[in-house]
Nanobody, 120 residues
Framework: QVQLVESGGGSVQAGGSLRLSCTFS?????LAWFRQAPGKGREVVALIEALGTTRYANSVKDRFTISKDNAENTLYLQMNNMRPEDTAMYYC?????????????????WGQGIQITVSS
């Protein structure tokens, strides 16, 4: 099993920045951030594979950056130029082996979620 714990959530004004962290208990080939806004489905925000390949949702490209520190077993999401539409619960997700899909069902392990609120 992979245990995931998110931190770093909170509130920010539009145009501001936040960084999310997620500690993972053991190796996972695929690590991702998802988000779920009220009344909407859970969608992928960004994904990073074991060798560092990254993928992003179109809505966050050039604003968000996913990264990881394998020595610290920590996944990050740097969020810049934030918008009110980024308001959501953010979840860290992991999958032990490849391939790395972009759907909820592709991930087995989930963090508890952390709230991000962006005010206009």
């Amino acid at each position: 099993q992979v245990q995931l714990v998110e931190s770093g959530g909170g509130s920010v004004q539009a145009g501001g920045s936040l960084r999310l962290s997620c500690t993972f208990s053991t190796y996972a080939h695929c690590l991702a951030w998802f988000r779920q806004a009220p009344g909407k489905g859970r969608e992928v925000v960004a994904l990073i594979e074991a060798l560092g390949t990254t993928r992003y949702a179109n809505s966050v490209k050039d604003r968000f950056t996913i990264s990881k520190d394998n020595a610290e077993n920590t996944l990050y999401l740097q969020m810049n130029n934030m918008r009110p539409e980024d308001t959501a619960m953010y979840y860290c997700a992991a999958r032990r082996g490849p391939p790395c899909g972009l759907e909820m069902g592709d991930f087995v392990y989930w963090g508890q979620g952390i709230q991000i609120t962006v005010s206009s």
